[in-house]
Structure formats: structure tokens, C-alpha cells
């Protein structure tokens, strides 16, 4: 009967509006109706990328859009570096090396972000780099790596192609894909895109199609010269999504509606640090430093005395706030409380609420109602803004 308060950083709540949108009467993907669909929803999600370049739709999970952005550009034996800070920037690192790449590793300690003087420092003694792979939004720790500058460093310091996992944050974070430089950028669905699992979409500069037309690639389903070719045609090779891009139409209407896209972006920031001050309130330590969070997921240490499993079960069972557990060797000693997409302050000091009722049960120390404060202060003063 109770809602299951969804506070994972993806999957993630899906609007009424975009549910009824799915729900539509089924189209076939060779009609012209689609192709209105087509066209109209990959022009305006362009902004939720920063770009003027084609939207790509790949009926998958955002790892097949990942791995078409490694299996489109380099070849076997080539030399590639792939920035992590996570347990997705591992991820990265996995595809490459299972598709015969020479990787280049520049790992940070979890909870870290990767600046530009560590890929400085890095790229120095390498001459031969055909990409350079990273997270923009570290969804194991909620690093936010400053991909502006790195992408900046990659144009500098190398002749590289830059590649970005943006899975866990376009929709939520600033984007400014030409701006910026970054050459593939890809998301998925489920995340602050407000959309159940299954499209990913993928953007690549022109500079980036060069490689790919050079590149030769095998693949098959997820060739992305064949995307091309029928996005110009305002359709897909096969059969897409079709149910989810009705859905990703209404995404954008609602984003529409609240202003744009750096309004959307602007709530995920109040909703970040909404957080981050209730849990400095309840004295309890969040994984990263305010300079390189994350707007749409925080990484929260396991508070004081309490066993982390035990925690996180109790707040299921009883309040029904479902937070996720950490990843890889952060697990048992964080959990990650989602904020993106569909979620907003109001969410907040709900959660924020029933973790504090939670914690009381457990005879955590602590002033009731701090949190709850804290967060509502970051709130009220962002409307005053
Ligand atoms: N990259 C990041 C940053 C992610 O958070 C995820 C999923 O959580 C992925 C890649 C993989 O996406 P998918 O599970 O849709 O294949």
C-alpha cells in the first residue's frame, strides 16, 4: 500500500505525465509519425547536451552506449587512457580491456576527483593516445569530476578524443558538451533522466566522426555509422525504444515547463546541498569534499555506532525510504541518497525526516529535527535567491 520512496541514484521515480506518455498506442518505428517523434525529441534533449550534434537513441542500458563509444573509435592494441575515481570509471576501464585495448590507467582513491593537474601530469610521458575515457559523474561516490577542465587538458596535452560517461548525470548537471570539447558524451535512461531503464543516448563532435569513419569499426549493433545514417532519416536501424522516447518526449516538455534546463539543473544543486547540510546537522560525514559533489547523488558515511545494513533495512521496512548501499570496497561503510530526476526539496525533507525518525528508533545521538532544519534553511534561502 505505502510508495516505496525511491532515493537511488538510478532507478529513479518516472513523472505521472511521462508514465501516460508510454502508455500511448504502440507506432511503427517506418512511419512518418515516428519520424515527427524522432526528430522533435532528439532536437530538444540537444540541451540537455550542450550541443548542436545529432542525438543518437540506442535501445539499451547505458553500458552498450559506452561500449559503442569504445568499440566505434579505437582498435585493438591501441593506446587509450581511462581516468577513475569509481567503481564506473573501473567500468570504463573493463570495456577497454576486453576489447584488446593498451590502457593507461589514472585511478584516484574512491572519493576523490580527478583535477586537471593530475591528467597533466599524467598525459607527460605518453605520445600516443587515441582517447582518453572519464566519469563526469562518479555515481559509486558521488564525485563530480571537473570535466570542463578536463576536457580542456585532453585538447591541450594530447591529440586525443575525449569520451564521456555521463550516465548519472546529464539531465541533473551542467552540460556544454561543443563548449567544452568533449567528443562523445552518453547517458542513460533511468537516471536523471526521469525514464525507466533501457535508451541510452549518445552525442559525438565532428571530430570524433572523423575517427569513427577511420576507425572501421565491426561492430554491428552498435555501430554508430549506421545511427548516422538513419538519424538522417529521422529513424533508427532497428527496432528503437519506442515506448521510452514517447516517454523521453514528455521528459522534455516537463523540463520545458520548469524553465529550461539550467532550472532543472539549478534544483538538483539546492537538492545537493539540501543534503549535504542536513547531514553536517546530524553530525554525520559525508565521502567528498563540497568542491567536486555531486548534484545528483551524495555518498554519506555510515553514522556513528549504527551497522550500516541493519540501518538502511530498518528505514525499508518501517518508513519505506529506500537508499542505496555503497559499491565495490565502499560497501557497509556508505550509502548513497539519490537526488536526481524526478525529486525535489520537497522529497528531501521527507527523506531527511524519515532518516531522522529512523535514527532516533536506532538511539543514534542527535538533535531531532536538525537535519530537517538545515535542509529546509538551504531551501527557503535558494527561493530567496
Ligand atoms: N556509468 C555510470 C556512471 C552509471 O551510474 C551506470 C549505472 O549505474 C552505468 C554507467 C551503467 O549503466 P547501465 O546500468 O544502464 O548499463
Known amino acids: 500500500m505505502y510508495p516505496n520512496i525511491l532515493r537511488h541514484p538510478g532507478p529513479t521515480p518516472i513523472p505521472k505525465k511521462v508514465e501516460l506518455a508510454m502508455t500511448q498506442d504502440m507506432i511503427s518505428h517506418r512511419t512518418v509519425e515516428f519520424v515527427n517523434l524522432y526528430q522533435e525529441v532528439t532536437q530538444n534533449v540537444k540541451a540537455f547536451f550542450g550541443t548542436k550534434q545529432d542525438i543518437l537513441l540506442l535501445p539499451s542500458g547505458g553500458t552498450a552506449a559506452l561500449e559503442a563509444a569504445v568499440v566505434n573509435t579505437v582498435s585493438p592494441g591501441e593506446e587509450v587512457v581511462v581516468i577513475s575515481v569509481g567503481a564506473f570509471g573501473d567500468y570504463f576501464i573493463s570495456i577497454c580491456e576486453r576489447y584488446g585495448l593498451h590502457v593507461h590507467k589514472l585511478a584516484k582513491n574512491w572519493g576523490e576527483a580527478c583535477t586537471k593537474e593530475d591528467l597533466i601530469e599524467f598525459l607527460k610521458p605518453l605520445s600516443n593516445i587515441k582517447a582518453v575515457f572519464a566519469t563526469y559523474n562518479e555515481t559509486s561516490t558521488g564525485i563530480l569530476n571537473p570535466i570542463e577542465q578536463l576536457a580542456e587538458v585532453v585538447r591541450n596535452h594530447?591529440?586525443?578524443?575525449f569520451i564521456v560517461d555521463g550516465v548519472s548525470g546529464i539531465g541533473g548537471v551542467p552540460a556544454e558538451m561543443d563548449q567544452w570539447g568533449i567528443d562523445i558524451l552518453v547517458t542513460g535512461s533511468q537516471k536523471a533522466m526521469m525514464l525507466p531503464p533501457g535508451l541510452a543516448l549518445l552525442a559525438v563532435s565532428e571530430r570524433a566522426w572523423k575517427v569513427i569513419e577511420a576507425n572501421h569499426?565491426?561492430?554491428y549493433y552498435l555501430n554508430l555509422l549506421s545511427y548516422r545514417e538513419w538519424a538522417a532519416k529521422g529513424m533508427t536501424p532497428n527496432t528503437p525504444a519506442i515506448s521510452l522516447i514517447k516517454g523521453l518526449s514528455a521528459v522534455c516538455d516537463l523540463v520545458e515547463e520548469e524553465g529550461g534546463i539550467s532550472k532543472t539543473v539549478e534544483r538538483h544543486e539546492v537538492m545537493k546541498n539540501m543534503v549535504r547540510e542536513a547531514m553536517r546537522a546530524l553530525s554525520i560525514e559525508l565521502l567528498t569534499s563540497d568542491k567536486y559533489a555531486s548534484p545528483t547523488v551524495t555518498a554519506i558515511r555510515t553514522p556513528e555506532g549504527l551497522d550500516?545494513?541493519?540501518?538502511?533495512?530498518?528505514?525499508?521496512?518501517?518508513y519505506h525510504l529506500d537508499f542505496?548501499?555503497?559499491l565495490g570496497?565502499?560497501?557497509?561503510?556508505?550509502?548513497?541518497?539519490?537526488?536526481?530526476?524526478?525529486?525535489?526539496?520537497?522529497?528531501?525533507?521527507?527523506?531527511?525526516?524519515?532518516?531522522?525518525?529512523?535514527?532516533?528508533?536506532?538511539?543514534?545521538?542527535?538533535?531531532?529535527?536538525?537535519?530537517?532544519?538545515?535542509?529546509?534553511?538551504?531551501?527557503?534561502?535558494?527561493?530567496?535567491?
Open 158 to 161: 594530447s591529440d586525443a578524443i
Open 217 to 219: 569499426s565491426t561492430a
Open 308 to 318: 550500516l545494513t541493519a540501518f538502511l533495512g530498518h528505514l525499508k521496512k518501517k
Open 329 to 385: 570496497h565502499l560497501q557497509g561503510e556508505i550509502f548513497r541518497f539519490g537526488h536526481m530526476g524526478y525529486c525535489f526539496p520537497s522529497d528531501i525533507l521527507q527523506s531527511v525526516s524519515l532518516m531522522e525518525a529512523g535514527l532516533q528508533d536506532l538511539s543514534y545521538q542527535f538533535e531531532p529535527g536538525a537535519g530537517v532544519k538545515a535542509a529546509q534553511d538551504v531551501f527557503l534561502s535558494s527561493l530567496r535567491k
Open 324 to 326: 542505496a548501499g555503497g
